[in-house]
C-alpha cells in the first residue's frame, strides 16, 4: 500500500497529452489537444458531447492510436499501442458500461486477463480470491470474492467493474460519466472512493455532465470544444458560469425554454392499461400541444408503460385511443402509422441504426413517403434528412456519415429527427437529456417547447426533477408499476414527486384529478 | 423556427460514389477475376475458346442464382444451409410428376411452388416462432433431403421430357446459354432489391441492429419471411436448370451446394455477420469462382485439390482485409 499521499502545488504532472491530433473519415475528433494529469488531484475534462472526450478515453487506454501528439508519463515519451500497453504504464477507466461477466465470480471478473499465476502457469484461485478481497476492501465493498455476478445487483455490478480497473496498479485513474447509473447513496460512496484514491496519490481524470459534481470533487479543470483545446486552471480560480461559457462558445441560458402552452383536446386516451409484472392499471388523457412529465424512481415502469404504447410489450389489459378511435396497437409498425412515436432511452442498442449512414437513419420509417412504389429515391432522401437534422443543428460532417461516429447527443438528434420527419401526433421522448451536455439538453428542451407549441403533444419520461418540472405542463407520478400521483399548477413541486415517487405521499389524490386547466 | 435558422448546414455527401467503389472490395474483386483470366488464358490455349467458357458457366450460374437471395439474407443477419436440400426436394416432386406424364409448363410451376414452400417453411420457422436461422435450416437441410431419399431410395428418375432439356442445354443465341441469361437477369433483379428498393434498405438496417429497426418502426419478421421465401424460389429455379442439364433426379443432387452458395456471398464482400455486402460483389465472386475451377480443370486438376484451392481462396480473400487494417494501423 502506497503512503499517504500530501499534493502539492506545482507538483509534475505524471501523465501529459501534447497536441494530440485524431481524425476518422471526414472528422476531425481531435486537434491538437492537451491535458495535464497530477497526483493525488483530480481533473475534471469538460466539454460538450462531440468534444472528443470519449476519444481522449480511448486514446489513453490504448484503443486507439493518436495520429499526431505525444503522450508523457513522467515527462517520458511513452506509446500506447494496445490496452495492455496502457496498464502497464499504470493507466485505467471505470467506463460508463464496463463489459462484466455474469457467469463468472466477483474475482474472475476482477482479474480476467490479468490473473494471478502459480507455479505451473495456472491461475492461482487462492491468491486471486485474496487480493480481490483486498481490492474490495480498499474501496468499502462487502461483497465475497466467490459469488458469481449473475447474483448480484446492479449497484454491486458496478462496484465490482471499480475493483477491476482497481486492479491493474494504476497511478492514473479515468473515470468516465461514473455516477450517470448511480442513486444517491452510491453517488455518496463513490466520493469517499475517489478521496481514498487521491490519498494513495493517484491522477484521477473526471468526466461528468454534473456541474455540482465536478465542483465537489474535482481540484482542476480542462475544458474541450469541438476537438479543441480551450483552457484549463484549479478549480478554487474557476465559477460554473465561465466553466459553461468556454464549454459552448456561448452564454447559455440556464433556465427552461418552456412556452405558455395552449393546450387542446385529447388525443391520447389511454385507460387501464396493465401488463402482467410490469404495471397495472395506468389511465390518463394527454391532450393537444401538452408536456405530460412521467417522474418516478428508476424501475417504477415507466419506461415499459412506454414501449407498450410503442407496441413494443403487449399489455394484457386496458384500451387506447388516439383522437376518439380505439388502436389496437401491436407492434411499432402499427403505433407509427397511428402517429406514436418513441426516443428510446437506450440510444445505442434501440436508437440509432450504426452502420448506416445519417440519412438512411432519419429516413427509415418514412420510406413509404420518400420511395416510389417500393423504389427509393436519394433526392427525396437526402431532402427530407436535411430538413430534420437542420432543424435540430445536427453536428455532422456529411449526412452520408456514419451515425456510429457521431457523438451521444448527436446520435439522440439523429434519433428525435428521424421520428419528427414521421410527422407524428405524439411523441414520447424517454430521459431524453440523459447523459447528454448542457448545450445538447438546451436544444433538446428548446426544440421540446417548440414542438409542443406547433400542437404535438409530448410525454417525456425523467428522472431530473429540474427537467420534469423545468419542461412539464402537467406531470405523473409512478410508483412500483402503478400510477402514485398527477401534479399540476401550484402542486407541482419537488417535494411533491418525490413524496409520490416514495411512497411517502398518502394524500396524493387519485389519478384524473388535477387534469391541465 | 429558430432552430432552422442556427442549423449548420451539412453536405450530403464527401465522397462519391463512385470514389468509393475504386477502393471497394468490389474493386478488388474485379482486380483478381482479371487477373485469373489472364492467367488461365496463357496457362491454357483451350482456354479463350468461346464455346469452352461458355461450358465453364455452368460451374457457377446454378449456385449463384442461389447466392444472390443468399446475399440478401446474411446481409440481414440470417442464413440458409437447406438450399441444397431444397434443390432434391423441388427435383424430386418434379421427377414424382415427371412419371405421371405431366407437361413441362406445370413441372416449372412445380418446381416453382415447391422451392417457395420450402423457403416459406423455412420463414416461417425464423419469423415466426423466432428460431435461430442456422438451427432450423441444418434441421431442414435433413428433412428436405430426407423426403428425397423416401421416394427415390437408390433410384433415379429419368427421361425427362425433351422440351424440359431447354432451361439446363438450351442456347439463347451463339453461346449464350439459358442459364447464363437466367444469371444476367437474376443478378439484375437482385441489385435493384437489394440497393434500390425499401425492402434492401430495410434489409440492411436489419442486418446492423434488428432492435433498433423494430423500434425503427420495420416489420422484422415479414422482411425475414420474404427473404426465405426468395431463397426458396431462387433454390426452385436453380433446381430446374440442374435437374434439366443432368437430366436426371438422384436424391445426391446437388450434394454440399449450401456451402459453395455461401462461399461465393461471402467472398463477394458481404460480411457473414451481416449488415454490409453488395450484388456486384456476389456477381463478381460467382466469375472468380467459376474462372478458378474452370482453370484448374483444364490443367487436369483433380476435384479433391480443387476444392483445396477454392477453400485456401475463400480463407485467404477473408483475411487479406484483416490484414490490410493491420499493416495500415502500425
Redesign the interface.
Known sequence: MQAEYRPQDGAAPVLSLRGIVKTFP?VRALGGVQLDLYPGQVTALIGENGAGKSTIVKILTGIY?PDEGEILVDGRRVALPTAQAAGEAGVTAIHQETVLFDELTVAENIFIGHAPRNRWGLIDRRAMRGRARAILDGIGADLNPAVRLRDLGIASKHLVAIARALSIDARVVIMDEPTAALSHKEIAELYDLVEKLKAQGKAILFISHKFDEIFRIADRWTVFRDGQFVDQGLMQDVAEADLVRMMVGRSVDQIYPKRPARIGEPVLTVAGYSHPTEFADITFTLHRGEILGFYGLVGAGRSEVMQAL?G?TRPSKGACRIEGKVRVIR???Q??EAGI??V?EDRG????????PI??NVT??S??RT?RV???RLTEE?ALA?EY?????????????DVALLSGGNQQKVVIA?WLA?RPRVIILDEPTKGIDIGSKA?VH??MS?LAAQGLSVIMVSSEIPEVLGMSDRVIVMREGRIAGEFAGERMTPENLVRAAVGLDRSAPPPGEGEAA | MTTAINGRHIPDRLTSPAARALKSWEGLLLVVAVAIFILNALASPYFLDPWNLSDASFNFTEKAMIAFAMAMLIVAGEIDLSVGAIIALVSTVMGLAMTLGTPTPVLVLLGLGTGLLCGAFNGLLVAGFGLPSIVVTIGTMSLFRGISYIVLGDGAFTGYPESFAWFGQGYVFWVITVELVIFALAALVFGVLLHRTSLGRMVYAIGNNATAARFSGIRVERVRFILFLLTGLMSGIAAICLTSRLGSTRPSIAAGFELEVVTIVVLGGVSILGGSGSVLGVVLAALVMGLVTFGLGLLNVPGIVMSIVTGALLIAVIAIPRLWAMARRR
Do not use: H, M, N
Open positions: 471526414g492510436q410503442f413494443i407492434s411499432p409498425a403505433a407509427v412515436v418513441y428510446p442498442r434501440q436508437g440509432a441504426v450504426k452502420g448506416l440519412f438512411q427509415l420509417p420510406l413509404a420511395s417500393g423504389f427509393l437526402f436535411r437534422t437542420q432543424r435540430l443543428d445536427l453536428r455532422a460532417a456529411s449526412l452520408d456519415q428521424k414521421t436544444a428548446d426544440f417548440e
